[in-house]
T-cell receptor, first 116, second 111 residues
Framework: GAVVSQHPSRVICKSGTSVKIECRSL??????MFWYRQFPKQSLMLMAT?????????EQGVEKDKFLINHASLTLSTLTVTSAHPEDSSFYIC????????????FGPGTRLTVL | GEDVEQSLFLSVREGDSSVINCTYT??????LYWYKQEPGAGLQLLTY?????DMKQDQRLTVLLNKKDKHLSLRIADTQTGDSAIYFC???????????FGGGTRLMVKP
């Protein structure tokens, strides 16, 4: 199957700093990527849909000025958590839509963000 | 909006069968998925079923779909300790592949 990578896999930062997370589709082109957030012992919640070459579509309750998404190429989307606070500590997972008919998404391995 | 629900926890003995259940509310769901998440890891797609099917089998995994009742189940035969993980069901329509996840079922397999 297709491979999606994320970098970094784990990041610890101080409150007030900004953190950038990269999501790459390694062997296919993804016009659409998705960003999910997972709090401990909870399910994944969709944060935003990232479209190559256009603005991201954010889910209700997700602050677009706090979670900046850039999808500059068909293989790379970035999520920047600006002025991070401890409540932003979470597991962030990206996915990219498959090109096959089965409507499959391919998930990255996730990024564990801890804000001190 | 869409709603996908799962029971929180399931405990089985090694060698037994596990059945994880999921209900959803959106009748326009086209694809239904089962994902596995091990501690600290991302999601692994186990299997999926298209809405016009009622059963799919893949080695130890059997997916049953009751579209009338909007009920999906995942049966794991001969459950092993390595199957211990959180299992998420998810649904999508053909809307850019966006997924709606259930809350996850934690499967514990006892030796």
């Amino acid at each position: 199957g297709a491979v999606v990578s994320q970098h970094p896999s784990r990041v610890i930062c101080k409150s007030g700093t900004s953190v950038k997370i990269e999501c790459r589709s390694l062997d296919f082109q993804a016009t659409t990527m998705f960003w999910y957030r997972q709090f401990p012992k909870q399910s994944l919640m969709l944060m935003a849909t990232s479209n190559e070459g256009s603005k991201a579509t954010y889910e209700q309750g997700v602050e677009k000025d706090k979670f900046l998404i850039n999808h500059a190429s068909l293989t790379l989307s970035t999520l920047t958590v600006t002025s991070a606070h401890p409540e932003d500590s979470s597991f962030y997972i990206c996915s990219a839509g498959g090109t096959g008919g089965e409507n499959e998404q391919f998930f990255g391995p996730g990024t564990r963000l801890t804000v001190l | 909006g869409e709603d996908v629900e799962q029971s929180l926890f399931l405990s089985v003995r090694e060698g037994d069968s596990s059945v994880i259940n999921c209900t959803y509310t959106d009748s326009s769901s086209t694809y239904l998925y089962w994902y596995k998440q091990e501690p600290g890891a991302g999601l692994q797609l186990l299997t999926y079923i298209f809405s016009n099917m009622d059963m799919k089998q893949d080695q130890r995994l059997t997916v049953l779909l009751n579209k009338k009742d909007k009920h999906l189940s995942l049966r794991i035969a001969d459950t092993q300790t390595g199957d211990s993980a959180i299992y998420f069901c998810a649904e999508s329509k053909n809307a850019g592949n966006m997924l709606t996840f259930g809350g996850g079922t934690r499967l514990m397999v006892k030796p």
